[in-house]
């Protein structure tokens, strides 16, 4: 297929991301300073701290928390509908509600039962109009444009803000500093992203016909294998699955066949391991393609070096790639991924399929 002829509105997103998340940054440590402290104010008061979205923007959550955890800041992470289910929680907790659109059916129903509860709603959006936005006590706003339909730029943007949110309640993170080194990072992310499609274009590792393909991650980049799930089944209708490193190693690994395909993310703390485990995947026969840092040279089939960024903060980029690669690969297998076959834009309900 010529390259032209197959440029999506998903690639557009993908190419204007790191100049969507700069404005949000600029935002956010501009103008939206007082409503981040005003939200670190209610966490640290908190008696729990929920942080809950739908698809996306609960993959947005998981590095949220990674960086909570590094604090010793207990928070939990549940998926909106099966917290909308839960018998209680205590009095006085706080949500914070990540959406971009802030009109999800489980969403505004979990806005209502808070409001019922006497519980604070902190709102994480692009919509600050929305139900979500209308019914927080707080409301950070990404201030970035919408994408088409797949969640690009939206879901990096919750992971910023939602990290900045973070670090602040730590209380120990000097902003200015923080939003210095990851200007830097994403200005050298986008400069990165032409050799990256030079890696992609015609490689192996991306094939038309499916293939077993399972994302891993650990960290904040659990939320970066889990987004690539979600990117693969959405852009390319092509079915993956998505786990911790860890997890993998204990059962799961007995699925690798030659024609088995590996997504691994590799962080600072475990990168002696999971690379002892990426040679040892290839050696029975599993294609693998590698997301990190400082990468070996031939240590993966394909291999996406990162430039240089706080490891805690290396969910920012180390999406970006495969996002490229989710693009291409739907391409590759003839499908549409500027448009969705069954799902809507914004799921409204919580029965059958569409929403």
């Not at 729990?48 to 604090?71: K, N, P």
Request: aromatic content about 6%; charged content about 20%; some cysteine.
């Amino acid at each position: 297929m010529d390259e032209e002829a197959r440029m999506s509105k998903l690639h557009d997103d993908i190419l204007r991301q790191p100049g969507e998340l700069l404005s949000c940054l600029d935002y956010t440590l501009g103008p939206g300073r007082q409503e981040l402290e005003r939200a670190v104010v209610a966490i640290n008061a908190a008696p729990a701290v929920y942080i809950t979205g739908m698809g996306s923007s609960e993959d947005a959550g998981m590095a949220m928390v990674s960086l909570f955890d590094r604090q010793r800041h207990k928070v939990h992470v549940v998926d909106t509908s099966e917290l909308l289910h839960a018998g209680s929680w205590p009095a006085g907790s706080v949500f914070v509600i990540l959406s971009r659109s802030g009109k999800s059916g489980e969403v505004v129903e979990l806005v209502e039962r808070a409001a019922r509860d006497g519980s604070m709603v902190i709102a994480v959006t692009n919509t600050p109009e929305s139900p979500l936005g209308l019914g927080a006590a707080v409301t950070l706003e990404l201030k970035s444009s919408f994408d088409h339909n797949v969640s690009v730029t939206m879901y990096s943007a919750l992971t910023l803000v939602g990290g900045l949110l973070a670090e602040v309640c730590d209380g120990e993170i000097e902003l200015g500093r923080r939003g210095d080194d990851l200007r830097r990072s994403l200005e050298a992310a986008g400069n990165c992203i032409p050799g990256w499609q030079e890696l992609i274009a015609g490689h192996p590792w991306l094939g038309k016909a499916p293939a077993p393909t399972y994302m891993l991650g650990r960290g904040g980049s659990l939320s970066s294998c889990h987004e690539a799930e979600l990117l693969w089944e959405e852009a390319a209708k092509a079915p993956a699955t998505a786990m911790s490193t860890g997890k993998f190693r204990h059962g799961p690994q007995e699925v690798i066949r030659q024609e088995t395909r590996l997504g691994l993310w590799l962080d600072a703390p475990h990168r002696k391991a999971d690379l002892q485990l990426v040679v040892e995947a290839r050696r029975y026969g599993a294609q693998v393609m590698l997301i990190g840092q400082d990468l070996p040279a031939g240590s993966a089939d394909l291999a996406f070096s990162l430039p240089p960024i706080e490891p805690a903060w290396q969910f920012l980029i180390d999406i970006m790639p495969a996002q490229l690669a989710a693009e291409y690969l739907a391409g590759l297998r003839g499908e549409d991924c500027d448009d969705f076959r069954i799902c809507s834009y914004i799921v409204e309900s919580e029965g059958g399929l569409s929403g």
